[in-house]
Each structure stands twice: as structure tokens, then as C-alpha cells.
């Protein structure tokens, strides 16, 4: 069964140091999306993807963070200057968007663990 | 923005018992989704569930869209079902994200 996946599945990073996030979504999916969960909170939406470009970005998606789709199978997070509160785990998520509206299961990757000290 | 309550927050429960867990969002939603957070962090899709009933082995799931809530149930619980347990919720926002609830912690006890 197709599944989504992710690299590297913990980082450790240096406060101010750049680090990037890799997805592979599903192959036939069309919206991808990254999610973050601060330890011992609940999952928040970060930004989601379409047709090449941002579709939406919460208030958390500030000028540090970016997202790309360098070829037709990546999708990276890349966090220019981390800081001590971007600890967290970070989930990418797809969906096909079967139908419009009518059909919208998010498939979920196993998450990158970021740790910055 | 809508807002989804999960309850109860914490649960434990004895290998074997029953449970139920609620879910109620504040406004109309299109999908509706339960995961499980393993130990490790990952999350399980449990069921897509946007209305009507499913059953899936020990878990089953039931989601009353016009009134605002779903529920998970878990019977014969085993310890291997400890960890969070999350729904989801997507309304027509035009890029079908999914705003998280605030979860329920369930811990089986052998």
C-alpha cells in the first residue's frame, strides 16, 4: 500500500542553523500540507501545497520557513534559522482530493523529530 | 475559527474493558478523521470518517455530522492501544487542512 514517508525521522540541530525537512507524498496525490506538534500538544497545521505554489499558510508559517517541490517526487520544509522553540515534530501529510470536495483522507507520514539546542 | 473538543483528556482503563471516546467541533465540517499517536510519535489513520458508522477489528467509530460530534470506541482494550487518540476535522476553507482536537491520552494497564 502506497504510503507516505520521511527523512531523516530525528534531527539535531544548532540554534541559527538551517535545516531541511523531506517528504515523499503519495505519487497520485495533489495537495500536500506540513503539520507541527510541539511535545505534549496537539497537532497544528503548518502550510499546504498546491499545483506548485502555497495554497495557505497559518500564522506560525512566518518568513523562516518555506516549502518546495524541487522535482515531481519531493516535498521539503526548510527552516532558514531555527530557533529553540522550533523543536517539535513535524508532519507531512497528502491527499488525493477525490471528487472535489467529497472525498479528502489525509495520509499521514511517520514525522521528523527536530531538536535544536 | 472551529474549535474541536476531545474528551475525556486522560483514561485509564483495565486490559479488557470498554471504552468510548467524543469528539464535538463547533461548526459544520466536510471530513473527519481519528488517528492514533503511538509511543514513537507516529500517527496511525484510524478511520475517515466524515458520517455514518465503521467498524474496523476492536474499534469502530460514529460520526453525527448535523450534531457536532463523533465517537471512537474501543472494546477489549490491550495495552498496545495506549497512546493518543486524535480526530480531525476539515471544513471548506479551499485547501482541505485538517485542524487537530486536543486529544485524549488513553493508557491500558496489563
Known sequence: ?117 | GIQVEQSPPDLILQEGANSTLRCNFSDSVNNLQWFHQNPWGQLINLFYIPSGTKQNGRLSATTVATERYSLLYISSSQTTDSGVYFCAVERDSGTYKYIFGTGTRLKVLA
Not at chain 1, 503519495?26 to 505534549?40: A, D, E, V
Not at chain 1, 479528502?104 to 539546542?117: A, M, S
Request: with cysteine; hydrophobic share 35%.
Open chain 1, 1 to 117: 500500500e502506497p504510503e507516505v514517508t520521511q527523512t531523516p525521522s530525528h534531527q539535531v540541530t544548532q540554534m541559527g542553523q538551517e535545516v531541511i525537512l523531506r517528504c515523499v507524498p503519495i505519487s497520485n496525490h495533489l495537495y500536500f500540507y506540513w503539520y507541527r506538534q510541539i511535545l505534549g500538544q496537539k497537532v497544528e497545521f503548518l502550510v499546504s501545497f498546491y499545483n506548485n505554489e502555497i495554497s495557505e499558510k497559518s500564522e506560525i508559517f512566518d518568513d523562516q520557513f518555506s516549502v518546495e517541490r524541487p522535482d515531481g517526487s519531493n516535498f521539503t520544509l526548510k527552516i532558514r534559522s531555527t530557533k529553540l522553540e522550533d523543536s517539535a515534530m513535524y508532519f507531512c501529510a497528502s491527499n488525493p482530493i477525490v471528487g472535489g470536495l467529497a472525498y479528502n483522507e489525509q495520509f499521514f507520514g511517520p514525522g521528523t523529530r527536530l531538536t535544536v539546542l
